[in-house]
């Protein structure tokens, strides 16, 4: 017997994509984790209503998007019948470039829908394969007469994911009564409750301080050991309200410095925890930004105190 199980029936993933190669890469994902490709839907063009034309992946067990190569329309209107999508439940995989990532935050950030920025097809495999088992298992088995490489590339990562995706079930299964989102103050610091004192610039120095470490040890174990997404970003946007500017996604992302799509997660699971807030751009529906919540902003600025009185590093 396989080291992967026996063959099970291979669950149906319909396909929607803009551009050739996107539906390529879909597919061969399909492939990869075992699925049996649907429905192949055609890019709706302007006129069409996509809430109906998505009805054609009803009957699917997953659908994947590939936005890559779509013109400004209809992709709002194909995003807004994504996001009813996965609001019914349904499994969904989307796939865009960097520069739609704000169209695809603004509408689908607090959804369900799993978001892969530039992604190769062992990342749709590993995001299918995790969609999947959440449904009912993972139906069907890996390829095996495909590149060893790939199909150990997308164990490691389907691993990693469901990993992942139990510590936080489990954080979001914590009570919110047990949450103390402002630490007390430290004792005999006293601390001022508002952010008097806090420079921009002070917090933009340590930002970049923080990026010296992959400067200097980013040769060792290919990069990534000093990655702190949350940390970077709740920084960025400590300076940014100081600033007075508004921070964009695609803006956050960038701060954060890891890949768009771990980004785009920590940037999730941190709304979801109270750090932080999204607010739609009124003047264009494909943009939101992003800020420290009340309570976030509040414990930064002691934080930020704290630690300048007791002399500690601010890194």
């Known amino acids: 017997m396989s080291e992967w199980g026996p063959a099970r029936a291979p669950h149906t993933v319909a396909i929607i994509a ?186 933009r120095r340590v930002i970049r301080a923080r990026r010296l470490r992959d400067q200097y040890f980013g040769a060792y174990g290919g990069g990534g050991l000093f990655e702190d997404p949350a940390w970077d970003m709740l920084l960025d946007l400590l300076a940014a309200d100081i600033e007075g500017v508004r921070v964009s996604v695609s803006s956050l992302c960038i701060a954060a410095a890891v890949a768009p799509t771990t980004a785009l997660r920590w940037i999730a699971r941190m709304t979801e925890a109270g750090l932080l807030s999204r607010e739609n751009d009124p003047a264009d529906r494909r943009r939101a930004f992003m800020q420290l919540s009340s309570d976030a902003l509040i414990a930064m600025r002691r934080y930020w105190h704290a630690a300048r009185r007791l002399g500690g590093p601010m890194l």
């Open 18 to 203: 803009a551009d050739p190669r996107g539906q390529c890469a879909a597919a061969d994902a399909v492939a990869l984790a075992g699925g049996s490709a649907g429905a192949l839907l055609v890019w709706p063009t302007v006129d069409v209503n996509p809430r109906a034309w998505l009805a054609g992946a009803a009957d699917a067990d997953a659908l994947i998007v590939e936005l890559a190569g779509a013109a400004a329309e209809p992709l709002a209107s194909v995003l807004d019948a994504c996001a009813m999508f996965a609001a019914r439940g349904g499994a969904l995989i989307i796939s865009f470039d960097p520069a739609q990532l704000d169209a695809v935050a603004a509408a689908l950030l607090d959804s369900s829908a799993q978001l892969l920025c530039a992604p190769g097809v062992a990342d749709r495999a590993a995001a299918l394969a995790v969609a999947l088992q959440a449904r009912g298992g993972a139906g069907g088995r890996l390829r095996e007469d495909g590149p060893e490489s790939e199909a150990a590339r997308l164990k490691r990562l389907n691993e990693d994911v469901a990993r992942i995706a139990e510590v936080l079930a489990r954080i979001g299964r914590s009570p919110p009564a047990a949450r103390s989102p402002i630490a007390d103050p430290v004792p005999g610091v006293d601390l001022p409750q508002e952010g008097t004192g806090i420079a921009a610039a002070d917090v």
